[in-house]
């Protein structure tokens, strides 16, 4: 079975860094794009950017360059999401999705890891 | 303001079908593949429709998805209090060089 397992729940204080992750399992993790989708609290979805894990091709949605860094250690199927510096902003669910292209559709995606900023 | 506009919401009866629009431009529905997500309460998002009009393994034909021009629809038939979440539409965008997505549409069964 496909699946993309997330970390857990995180909260933390503004200013502070932090890096989630997405481990996949039940394919060849480098033939597939690891992509990141933000939802906030009661809103939609929006593209944060996506990696190719087989030669780590970047890409960021003009959202979202410069203030996150997406990458991948393949030795161990896993996708990083990370921020330097966090802002109350930030707070809002992070769910990484599997993609077979880089203009593709999404699949499977991860259960999600919910991140708090607060003071 | 989301790139793809999708009604907020829905309504039908069980049993019945609706449908849910999905309009953009050339630089993405036009000229990109459109796919849909379900997004039942406090879940994850999960894949409905691909390349327009296709269903991966385990979504029931009562899904559909078509597109023409600048706008894509998905439509569901036999309507169940099960079918009750958010939808998404989501394409690329060529001028931006990012996914997409529309701001979602609630479906309420009534």
């Known amino acids: 079975e496909v699946q993309l397992v997330q970390s857990g729940a995180e909260v933390k204080k503004p200013g502070e860094s932090l890096k989630i992750s997405c481990k996949g399992s039940?394919?060849?993790?480098?033939?597939?794009?690891i992509g990141w989708v933000r939802q906030m609290p009661g809103k939609g979805l929006e593209w944060m950017g996506i990696i190719y894990p087989g030669d780590s091709d970047t890409r960021y949605s003009p959202s979202f360059q410069g203030q996150v860094t997406i990458s991948a250690d393949k030795s161990i199927s896993t996708a990083y999401l990370q921020w330097s510096s966090l802002k109350a902003s930030d707070t809002a669910m992070y769910y990484c999705v599997r993609s077979p292209a880089l203009t593709n559709w999404f699949d499977p995606w991860g259960q999600g890891t919910l991140v708090t900023v607060s003071s | 303001q989301s790139v793809l506009t999708q009604p907020p919401s829905v309504s039908a009866a069980p049993g019945q079908k609706v449908t849910i629009s999905c309009s953009g431009s050339?630089?993405?529905?036009?000229?990109?593949?459109v796919s849909w997500y379900q997004q039942l309460p406090g879940t994850a998002p999960k894949l409905l429709i691909y390349?327009?009009?296709k269903r991966p393994s385990g979504i029931p034909d009562r899904f559909s998805g078509s597109k023409s021009g600048t706008s894509a629809t998905l439509g569901i038939t036999g309507l169940q209090t099960g079918d009750e979440a958010d939808y998404y539409c989501?394409?690329?965008?060529?001028?931006?060089?990012?996914?997409?997505f529309g701001g979602g549409t609630k479906l309420t069964v009534l």
């Open positions: 989501g394409t690329w965008d060529s001028s931006l060089s990012a996914a997409v």
């Open positions: 050339s630089s993405n529905i036009g000229n990109n593949y």
């Open positions: 390349d327009n009009n």
């Open positions: 039940g394919y060849s993790f480098t033939s597939y794009w």
